[in-house]
């Protein structure tokens, strides 16, 4: 990562000048700029303190615009001129919030302090405009999905809450800056006053003020520089204020004072603060998710090492795949990597290097905590015992909406009694209640011990009687809710007892393609009960199940034989699945199939054949299957080729050739 700030500057002057007048950008090389807009956001440091949780805020909704500009790039159909000019007011936007994200994070702090009502109100005109730029994208032109849109929407809905919000100021630290800058005050030459404005603005070590100095020059540069002062133009008494502050600060600190600020070139920076634009962070280094240097690497069973905060995440948010390479995880356990903590550890030292301290866990999410937000969750969820039905359908999106935003509001509405009264209106004939309501259950079962309170409050049955007659949205979301309650052992059971099963091989049948994968993965996680596998081959699960084989372009081949792998374990599975068909087309994913599909499949074929002395083996040899398997033995991935291996060995043992 090379952090070569003046040249990223630089484009931004240009593309904030020019961008709404460029319909003819294609629209390849405007999403490949609008992403990487929000790529080098997610590399910015620290924020100042005066405005750190805006831009925390700020930054990460620009984060989570990523899946819209990944599902634009995917749409067949060429974007209209429409869609090219709405792409473009977002590019727009979008540069002036980084623009104003990078004064937050290399800016004066003196200047932030003192401009901080100005500052904010820059802010609340990026989330108007960001939220009129997200309006205007045709999201049904894009062909966006349901998931995608939801979020935006959501994004929409809080950048308005925003925009609402005044955040109580700084009194004391507000009232000594007045103190300081009047000019009548006798108080303005107490030291005790500056002492304690260097420690709230984080300007009491040589390193800060050094770093003050190398902001307020490139502010003066940006002011029109020394020239500009001197002449009085329209910020020259608020500039001499912020040196002449800088300066106490420094004769506080024990440093030289003299007025180099407004004498020296705006060039001359020290060499310590020149080198750091040409420092690079290896890329081992960064989280793949965050973007940011590790402080605690974790490793999944993939392989793969993540910041251990961004991953949790991850897989509290329902994921069961490795955000990187996409595969499924076997299992969720995070292993600590010392070795490349200590390497990075070793080379922050040698670089001089001071890792961004982090946020604590609350910060960003500070809306949620007031008594406010309390009380308005509190009332909505008092809303749904509402008579009226339109009160009721309202009062459950809202939650729906919150209960996706973040894990505290999870707890919150669940701590509130939210979870009883959702459950009770997933009987209602209203579809949209329904659908809201089972989904803003599937939304607060991503909380571990909120899995727990669901199931405790029968919400299992009620979720199933969705399933066989909601709306198709309330469909998949209920497919979806039972994936991830059954995440307990306990609820798998509770599932398959209530008759959950049949309808989701009825999803898997007949759903959209939405609907197959919630059923696919809900039925996956399932049949890992012994009993649950009987239930599903007695639903008929098997014909879907091949179907997803023969369409490979529906993309869920790997699912398909990881049930089948399941399935195999159980008498009554092999019995149903033992067909000179099925073999066949296992012998053709082992010949020709992604390697990932080379490995699951060798693992059915190994699983069957364990199972049966010789009959699975020997069809699976007239179709060709021994030739296969030596090639993937040497060349397939290392489960492959063990599996490989496995069934040579048994093809020996069978004296089938």
Not at 537 to 556: H, S
Request: charged fraction near 25%; proline fraction near 4%.
């Amino acid at each position: 990562m090379v952090m070569d700030g003046d040249r990223e500057r630089e484009c931004d002057q240009v593309d904030e000048g020019n961008v709404a007048s460029t319909p003819s950008t294609s629209a390849e090389d405007l999403l490949q700029e609008i992403s990487g807009v929000i790529e080098s956001v997610a590399q910015l440091g620290e924020y100042r303190r005066t405005q750190k949780k805006e831009c925390c805020g700020l930054a990460r909704r620009l984060k989570h615009l990523l899946p819209l500009l990944e599902e634009i790039r995917d749409i067949d159909s060429p974007i209209d001129e429409a869609g090219i000019v709405a792409l473009c007011n977002l590019k727009k936007v979008l540069l002036m919030a980084r623009k104003l994200l990078r004064t937050c994070n290399d800016g004066s702090k003196i200047y932030l302090s003192l401009e901080s009502e100005s500052v904010m109100a820059r802010f609340h005109s990026i989330y108007d405009k960001l939220g009129k730029a997200l309006d205007d994208i045709p999201l049904d032109d894009f062909e966006i999905s349901d998931e995608v849109k939801e979020q935006i929407e959501l994004m929409v809905m809080q950048l308005r809450r925003a925009r609402r919000r005044t955040d109580t100021q700084d009194i004391e630290l507000a009232m000594d800056m007045m103190v300081v800058f009047s000019k009548t005050d006798e108080r303005n030459a107490d030291n005790a006053i500056i002492e304690r404005l260097a420690k709230k603005l984080e300007l009491h070590s040589h390193e800060d003020l050094k770093n003050e100095t190398m902001a307020v020059r490139n502010l003066i540069r940006e002011r029109g520089g020394v020239a500009a002062v001197a002449a009085g133009g329209p910020n020259a008494e608020s500039t001499q204020h912020i040196v002449d502050l800088l300066n106490r600060f420094k004769k506080i600190a024990g440093m030289e004072v003299n007025n180099s600020l407004l004498e020296e070139p705006a060039h001359a920076a020290p060499k310590k603060l020149q080198k750091c634009y040409s420092l690079m962070i290896p890329q081992e280094f960064l989280c793949p998710i965050s973007l940011e240097i590790m402080t605690d690497p974790v490793i999944v069973a993939s392989g793969v090492t993540y910041e251990k905060a961004s991953i949790q995440k991850w897989i509290d948010s329902n994921h069961r795949t490795c955000p990187k390479t996409r595969q499924t995880l076997a299992h969720l356990s995070l292993a600590p990597n010392f070795a490349l903590k200590n390497l990075i550890l070793q080379w922050c030292e040698k670089n001089n290097f001071q890792i961004p301290k982090k946020d604590e866990p609350h910060s960003n999410e500070s809306e949620t905590s007031t008594p406010e937000h309390k009380e308005e969750i509190a009332s909505l969820i008092q809303s749904l015992a509402s008579t009226r039905l339109e009160v009721q359908r309202d009062s459950a999106k809202k939650i729906r909406l919150l209960s996706k935003e973040n894990p505290e509001n999870r707890v919150l509405i669940a701590n509130c009694g939210g979870i009883p009264p959702l459950v009770q209106i997933l009987s209602y004939p209203d579809s949209k209640i329904q659908e809201h309501a089972v989904t803003a259950l599937l939304n607060l079962s991503i909380d571990e011990a909120n899995k727990k309170r669901i199931a405790s409050e029968g919400a299992i049955p009620a979720i199933i009687g969705v399933l066989e007659n909601g709306s198709k949205e309330a469909r998949e979301n209920s497919a979806a809710a039972l994936f991830s309650l059954s995440m307990l052992d306990e609820n798998k059971v509770t599932v398959g007892l209530s008759n959950g099963i049949p309808p989701l091989v009825n999803l898997l049948q007949n759903g959209t393609m939405r609907g197959k994968r919630d059923a696919v993965t809900a039925l996956f996680n399932l049949s890992l009960n012994q009993a649950n596998k009987a239930r599903a081959v007695d639903a008929g699960i098997v014909a879907p199940l091949l179907q997803l084989l023969k369409d490979r372009n529906l993309g869920m081949v790997d699912e398909a034989l990881s049930i089948f792998l399941l399935l195999a374990t159980h008498p009554e599975g092999r019995h149903a699945i033992g067909q000179l068909s099925f073999i066949e087309i296992l012998v053709e994913f082992i010949r020709d199939g992604t390697p990932k599909n080379k490995e699951c499949a060798a693992s059915v074929l190994l699983e069957l054949g364990s199972n049966n002395s010789s009959s699975f083996i020997l069809a699976a040899l007239q179709f060709g299957v021994y030739e296969h398997l030596v090639v993937l033995a040497e060349n397939g991935t290392n489960r492959a080729q063990r599996k490989a291996n496995a069934l040579l060995q048994l093809i020996i043992k069978s004296e089938q050739i």
